[in-house]
């Protein structure tokens, strides 16, 4: 039948098949009047007139047109499949009785010219197509369609929190980089020196190379912590002066992301100089005194204080190297000498110490050290005192 | 710990003090540097062949400390002796009037001294003046 009138027969529109069929009634009417012409077998084609066909098909439309609907029926309420049953052995009977008219009225010796003349289609394929899926248990489709939303929401659940997570990170990434170039502002209007920084070792410099990277160096030491080597002779001078490279020791940068404290200093030491005098009355009591270190913060803004303490300490050590360099040529005193520690004779009963103390030792405490070794020191006598190196060790802070 | 005042701020005092010297020490390596005449002329002595030695080229900064004490240590005895002086001739009924000052210039005349061009020694005056016509000085 599908072969004979096409797939979509049963989709077709009642108009194309009313255009089809007059058109095949043409066809069929043309053939018949060929076989009028043919008087061979030309006495049967007048039992079945057009005006009968045309009776019958009028009589049967209406019934083939739900004949039509009842597959959709069939696909769209696999659920209902009663009703599906129901409305598939009607169009089998519809059918049934179609086939059955056509066949009596068609005559055999055109068979095939006639649109109407089908053979009976085989009654095992609307039988085949009546099969329909067993029903499913109503728990179990409430439990699929539970399981279903319910792996939507999870998904629609993960997806929400990576979009948090990447909004969260996004938010840092932004905010510390505000962090950062406010920092910078913040330093360059103190006009502390901005300096962009070296480069790190194989970074790409050319043209497609990232120019933005953040890398301000602050240098807060003096200018001529380092004599700028320009002929042999300086260079020269510069390693008998074993200069120790203050300058490259007082830079400080801008912490990039990572790290708590916005700016990170790479050499520093935190110590801090502590000069002491130690003197002797002549009833033979020790005195010591320390300088007051000015710890306070000078300023409100914890930047600038932070730079501060890192500038004073990289003062600080510049002038215990050059007193240290200082301690070799004195003409009249004595000196000891350690690593951090600076201990000169200034006068018979006066003693000068400086000394580099790490940030974290109390200054009362060094002091009442110090004086306990005075004045064991002192108790030897003073030719004794001139010669004897007190053992000096410092704990390493570094 | 003593909390002497004076002591603690003696320390003090050579704290700030060693900072000014190292400024000091800056400029001078900058004039040094660029070549001016102030600093061409420290130099003059030396033979322009040979580079400054390390021991030259750098400035004391614990010379003047030290000097500074030293001369601290010996304002107190001179004026302890002068002062002993001073009482004996009292006792025996002389009139005597002393005068101790230990630092003769004014502040900014000291840190022209100490830090500036100058030689870095500071002096001061003491006088006696016995029976008002006799005069102790001491320079």
Request: charged content about 20%; overall charge neutral.
């Amino acid at each position: 039948m599908f072969l004979e009138r096409g797939y979509d027969f049963f989709n077709q529109d009642e108009e194309q098949r009313q255009a089809h069929k007059p058109a095949d009634d043409q066809g069929a009417a043309s053939q018949s009047k060929d076989t009028v012409k043919q008087p061979s077998d030309g006495q049967t084609a007048e039992a079945t007139s057009p005006e009968a066909l045309s009776n019958i098909r009028l009589e049967i439309l209406p019934q083939l047109q739900y004949v039509r609907v009842a597959p959709r029926l069939l696909i769209h309420r696999l659920n209902l499949p009663s009703i599906a049953l129901g409305e598939m052995t009607l169009a089998k009977d519809v059918l049934s009785l179609f086939a059955a008219s056509t066949a009596h009225t068609s005559f055999p010796s055109a068979p095939h010219a006639d649109p109407s003349s089908v053979s009976v289609p085989p009654s095992d394929l609307l039988a085949s197509s009546s099969v329909s899926q067993p029903p499913s248990i109503a728990s179990v489709q409430s439990f699929n369609a539970r399981l279903v939303a319910g792996g939507k929401d999870e998904a629609l659940r993960k997806a929400s929190e990576l979009f948090k997570v990447a909004t969260i990170a996004v938010e840092r990434g932004h905010d510390v980089g505000a962090r950062y170039w406010i920092d910078a502002l913040k330093i360059r209007r103190r006009n502390w020196g901005l300096t962009p920084a070296p480069l790190a070792f194989g970074m790409p410099t050319g043209r497609g190379a990232d120019r933005t990277t953040k890398d301000f160096l602050i240098s807060f030491g003096l200018s001529e912590c380092m004599l700028f080597p320009r002929t042999h002779t300086q260079i020269l001078i510069q390693i008998l002066q074993a200069s120790p490279g203050f300058r490259q020791r007082a830079t400080g940068q801008l912490a990039t992301y990572g790290s708590k404290e916005s700016i990170v200093f790479p050499r520093r030491q935190r110590t801090i100089l502590c000069v002491s005098v130690m003197t002797m009355d002549a009833s033979g009591t020790q005195r010591a005194a320390c300088n007051t270190i000015a710890n306070e913060p000078r300023d409100d803004d914890p930047l600038q204080t932070t730079l501060h303490e890192a500038q004073r300490e990289v003062l600080e050590q510049e002038i215990f190297s050059l007193l240290i360099r200082n301690a070799s040529i004195l003409p009249t005193s004595s000196v000891r000498v350690a690593e951090r520690l600076l201990v000169v004779e200034a006068t018979q009963d006066t003693e000068i110490r400086f000394e580099l103390v790490s940030l974290h030792v109390t200054l009362p405490s060094i002091l009442t050290d110090r004086l306990a070794q005075y004045s064991r020191s002192s108790t030897m006598g003073l030719h004794l005192k001139r010669w004897t190196l007190i053992p000096f060790r410092e704990p390493d802070v570094i | 710990m003593d909390s002497d005042p004076i002591s603690r701020a003696r320390c003090d005092l050579i704290y700030n003090f060693l900072h000014l010297l190292l400024l000091r020490e800056h400029s001078r390596r900058r004039l040094a540097r660029i070549g001016a005449p102030d600093a061409a002329s420290s130099r003059l002595h030396t033979d322009q062949a040979f580079p400054l030695t390390s021991i030259q080229s750098t400035v004391a900064l614990l010379q003047p400390v030290i000097d500074l004490l030293q001369y601290e240590l010996l304002c107190t005895r001179v004026k302890a002796e002068m002062n002993n002086i001073v009482q004996i001739l009292r006792r025996a009924g002389v009139p005597v009037k002393f005068h101790f000052d230990a630092v003769g210039e004014d502040s900014a005349g000291v840190l022209e001294s100490l830090i500036g061009t100058g030689t870095g020694h500071i002096s001061g005056v003491t006088t006696i003046r016995i029976d008002n016509r006799r005069v102790v000085q001491d320079l």
